[in-house]
């Protein structure tokens, strides 16, 4: 089966299938435990995508890809390669979360706090996305120009301090307050942070022969 789709930045996408195809397995990672000698077989739909022409103006080569389902249809096929490559998309998101936003950066005690701040921080992702017409392309040297309703969440953050000075604030401006007097000096914090339990931590075998040598 054979699938041919217009893109934007690729040019023509073309996604061959194969039915009923299945992986060699070995007695590796997750099969390492099994008991049989004989590993199962496990069908499948192999899918090669090629395209004309990659950002850069680089040389385009197939991308294999693997799926444990069997019968699929051209829109099947279509869906798994597209949805393969949105995977750069999350992956890129998470990682403005984690190393932009701080997401990762509080060490929160409590399932519900770390709820509460997910949320701010997809609310503060929000923002980037909602001020990307307003905020200037402040570029690093080595970055190329984009317009600006292209600017990514990252350039709209080094100059969102620009377009909060000119943007109406309809909340009032903060009160001075004074930090409280906290745990006396000398004193001792009487109630400890609760331990969880981080579960398996043994280190699992690499090969077969070590793996038998833990089991005896």
């Given at each position: 089966?054979?699938?041919?789709t217009?893109?934007t930045?690729?040019?023509?996408?073309?996604a061959t299938?194969w039915d009923r195809?299945?992986?060699r397995?070995?007695h590796?990672?997750?099969?390492l435990?099994h008991?049989?000698?004989?590993?199962p077989v496990?069908?499948g739909?192999?899918?090669?995508?090629?395209v004309?022409?990659?950002p850069g103006d680089?040389?385009?080569?197939?991308l294999?890809l693997w799926?444990?389902?069997?019968g699929a249809?051209g829109?099947?096929?279509?869906?798994?390669?597209?949805?393969?490559?949105r995977?750069?998309d999350?992956e890129?998101?998470f990682?403005?979360m984690k190393?932009?936003?701080g997401?990762?950066?509080?060490?929160v005690?409590?399932?519900?706090?770390?709820?509460?701040w997910?949320w701010?921080?997809?609310?503060a992702h929000?923002?980037?996305?909602l001020a990307?017409?307003l905020?200037e392309?402040?570029?690093?040297p080595?970055?190329?120009?984009?317009?600006?309703?292209?600017?990514?969440?990252?350039r709209?953050?080094?100059?969102?301090?620009?377009?909060?000075?000119?943007?109406?604030?309809?909340?009032?401006?903060?009160?001075p307050s004074?930090?409280g007097?906290g745990?006396?000096?000398?004193?001792?914090?009487k109630?400890?942070a609760?331990?969880h339990?981080v579960?398996k931590?043994?280190?699992?075998?690499?090969?077969?022969?070590?793996?038998?040598?833990?089991r005896d």
């Amino acid at each position: 089966m054979t699938t041919s789709t217009d893109t934007t930045h690729y040019g023509t996408a073309e996604a061959t299938a194969w039915d009923r195809m299945h992986p060699r397995l070995t007695h590796r990672g997750p099969w390492l435990e099994h008991m049989m000698e004989e590993l199962p077989v496990l069908h499948g739909t192999l899918l090669r995508l090629k395209v004309e022409h990659l950002p850069g103006d680089r040389d385009p080569k197939p991308l294999w890809l693997w799926c444990s389902a069997i019968g699929a249809t051209g829109t099947d096929v279509d869906r798994w390669w597209q949805a393969f490559l949105r995977r750069f998309d999350l992956e890129h998101t998470f990682r403005l979360m984690k190393q932009t936003l701080g997401w990762t950066r509080p060490k929160v005690r409590h399932s519900d706090t770390a709820d509460v701040w997910t949320w701010l921080i997809i609310a503060a992702h929000t923002q980037l996305r909602l001020a990307r017409p307003l905020a200037e392309d402040l570029r690093r040297p080595w970055e190329r120009p984009t317009p600006p309703r292209r600017l990514t969440p990252a350039r709209v953050r080094r100059g969102f301090r620009n377009v909060r000075a000119t943007t109406a604030r309809p909340a009032a401006a903060p009160k001075p307050s004074r930090p409280g007097p906290g745990r006396p000096p000398g004193s001792k914090n009487k109630h400890r942070a609760k331990h969880h339990d981080v579960g398996k931590t043994l280190k699992r075998a690499e090969s077969i022969k070590e793996h038998k040598a833990q089991r005896d």
